[in-house]
C-alpha cells in the first residue's frame, strides 16, 4: 500500500455529518439536471437485460399456444421438456451475463456523474462525456470492480448477513474512489474504499440512510420525480471523499495560501 491515497485517508480529518448533508442538498441545487441525466442514461442501459430476460419466456408461450390445437401437442411437449435442461442453464448464464454488463455501464455512468459534481463544485466547465469510463482500459478495470463488489457480497451473506451492514459502506465509496483515482488497480481500490468506510463507517452509513430516504422522496410525485432526485444519494459520497481524501488542486491550493500567510 505504497500509494499515497492511504497516507492521505490514515491522515484524514474527521468529517461532519452535519456539514456534508448541508453541502450535498446546496451541491444538489446546482446538478440536479445533470443527476437526472444520469439517472436517465442508468436505466436505458437496463433495456437489453429485460430483453434477455423476458424475450425467451415470452418466445415460449406463444409456442405453446401456437401448438396447443396440434394434433402432436404431446410429442412437441416432450420436444421442449427434453430441451428445458438445456435452455434453463443457457438463460441463467444470459441473465448473469446481463446482469455483469448492466452494472459496469452503470458504474461506469455513475462514476461520470461525481466528476461533474467536482467540476460544478470546483467551478469548473463541464463536459459531455458520459461513457469516459467506459472506454479502453477503465472497461477492464470496470468489470473486476463489478466482480470484487459481487465476490465480497456473497461472501458476506453467506457469513449469516451480519457483515453485509459493514461491507455496504464500503462498497458504496468503491466508484467515488475509482472515479477520482482511475489510474489505481481494482486491489488498491478496494483496499481503499474498506480502509475509508472502515474509519468513519457510522458517519458514512447515516448519510446513506438519510440520502436515500430523500432521494425516495421523488416517488410522491406521481413515481416519476424519483427520476430527478435519486441521484442525491451519490452527492453526500462526494464530499466524504473531498473531506476526507481531498484533491491535488485543492492541497495546491492550501499549501500556496499558507507560503503566502507566512
Known amino acids: 500500500m505504497n500509494n499515497p491515497i492511504f497516507k492521505k485517508i490514515e491522515q484524514s480529518p474527521s468529517i461532519d455529518f452535519g456539514d456534508i448533508l448541508s453541502k450535498s442538498l446546496e451541491l444538489y441545487k446546482k446538478v440536479w439536471v445533470q443527476g437526472f441525466v444520469h439517472v436517465l442514461l442508468s436505466m436505458i442501459v437496463l433495456i437489453p437485460f429485460f430483453v434477455v ?100 457480497a456473497f461472501v458476506a451473506m453467506l457469513l449469516c448477513y451480519f457483515p453485509v451492514f459493514y461491507v455496504m459502506v464500503p462498497l458504496q465509496l468503491v466508484v467515488v474512489i475509482f472515479a477520482f483515482n482511475p489510474d489505481l488497480s481494482v486491489s488498491e481500490i478496494i483496499k481503499a474504499s474498506f480502509k475509508l468506510g472502515h474509519k468513519y463507517w457510522f458517519v458514512i452509513f447515516g448519510l446513506m440512510f438519510v440520502s436515500g430516504f430523500l432521494a425516495q422522496l421523488g416517488m410522491f410525485l406521481c413515481f416519476v420525480g424519483i427520476f430527478f432526485t435519486f441521484s442525491f444519494i451519490y452527492i453526500p459520497l462526494y464530499y466524504v471523499y473531498k473531506d476526507s481524501i481531498g484533491f491535488e488542486d485543492n492541497d495546491q491550493e492550501k499549501n500556496q495560501n499558507l507560503i503566502f500567510l507566512t
Open 53 to 152: 430476460l423476458y424475450a425467451p419466456i415470452l418466445i415460449m408461450a406463444g409456442l405453446d399456444g401456437l401448438h396447443a390445437y396440434d394434433e402432436d401437442f404431446e410429442l412437441y411437449q416432450k420436444q421442449i421438456g427434453a430441451m428445458s435442461v438445456g435452455f434453463v442453464f443457457l438463460f441463467l448464464f444470459l441473465i448473469f451475463a446481463m446482469s455483469i454488463l448492466s452494472a459496469v455501464l452503470q458504474m461506469g455512468i455513475n462514476a461520470h456523474f461525481f466528476t461533474i459534481c467536482k467540476k460544478t463544485d470546483h467551478g469548473e466547465p463541464e463536459d459531455s462525456g458520459y461513457f469516459r469510463f467506459l472506454k479502453g482500459k477503465y472497461l477492464g478495470k470496470l468489470l473486476g470492480l463489478i466482480c470484487a463488489n459481487l465476490g465480497i
